[in-house]
């Protein structure tokens, strides 16, 4: 069964412990330890608490915290009414689809670079995120797409209409039946924070296709998508190919979403030095 979207701050709490549970069990097995499936003792770091205040990109701390901070900094930033509404815009062209094995190489900095141009004089704040496909329309393949998520505001709906149009008309999604740019109307701050949540999740699950059939049970040429959470081995992938990324080093930004970016990505390094610093406090406090 499928599981729901992301979209509630207790289940991005739930889903990023969950996850870094799951990825820390493994690493203890036989197959995480041993083989080309095996995680890496700088993968390992990158997972530990210690390492929170680098940002880095499966990191569940590191997760928690930037999106805390976003949802306090963008609420005082981004103010969508029904007259003048704000935009949860997704990217994912199949120019930026590659293997799976392909996926720890990858530079995502392409796909940034095309978006900004995309984006150049809108008011946006987004982030690349990764989508691992279990199969695709041409078959067992596994893939990762490679695509974005971005809150633009200040912009009428005739821009997004525009831009989502110029996009789609030069280039395809990985299902063949869907868009490559799509958006959603947020025209309230309970919208547009669920949006965020979503958009600054790690790369929690798998995705898999499925042919649609019709009436005669033969396939129609267009496909649908599930997705759920990652089994042990995918979670482990995850965490390869995402290796050496930063959260804030992931996002992109333009005009006043520069200044949410900034602000983000200090106020959660802060709240997590203040953290540790607390711990430290306390543990200096036990031992007397």
Not at 15 to 21: L, N, R, S, T
Not at 59 to 68: G, K, T, Y
Not at 136 to 157: C, F, M, N, Q, Y
């Amino acid at each position: 069964m499928a599981s729901k979207p992301i979209i509630s701050w207790k289940t991005f709490v739930w889903a990023h412990h969950h996850f870094d549970e799951r990825v820390k069990r493994y690493a203890f097995t036989k197959r995480g330890r041993e083989g080309e499936f095996a995680l890496s003792e700088l993968v390992r770091e990158n997972l530990a608490d210690r390492a929170s205040s680098s940002l880095k990109a499966m990191n569940c701390r590191a997760r928690i915290e930037f999106c805390r901070a976003a949802r306090n900094v963008t609420k005082a930033a981004v103010k969508p009414t029904p007259e003048r509404p704000a935009f949860f815009l997704t990217l994912s062209p199949d120019d930026f689809v590659t293997t799976a094995a392909d996926a720890e190489r990858y530079d995502w900095s392409v796909l940034q670079k095309w978006a900004e141009e995309l984006l150049r004089g809108f008011c946006y704040f987004g982030i690349v995120d990764a989508a691992p496909y279990a199969n695709t329309p041409r078959g067992r393949e596994k893939v990762v797409s490679w695509h974005l998520h971005v809150i633009v505001w200040d912009a009428s709906r005739d821009e997004m209409e525009a831009l989502k149009d110029s996009i789609n008309k030069r280039h395809q999604s990985l299902l063949p039946n869907r868009d490559a740019a799509h958006f959603r109307v947020r025209s309230s701050w309970k919208g547009l924070r669920q949006s965020l949540i979503y958009m600054l999740k790690a790369p929690l699950k798998t995705y898999r296709v499925y042919a649609i059939k019709g009436s005669d049970k033969r396939p129609t040429g267009e496909y649908q998508q599930k997705k759920d959470w990652h089994r042990s081995g995918e979670a482990a992938a995850v965490c390869r190919f995402m290796h050496g990324a930063e959260i804030d080093k992931l996002c992109v930004a333009g005009l006043g979403g520069r200044e949410v970016l900034e602000r983000t990505a200090a106020r959660s390094i802060s709240t997590i030095r203040q953290q540790d610093a607390e711990r430290l406090r306390t543990l200096t406090r036990f031992l007397g």
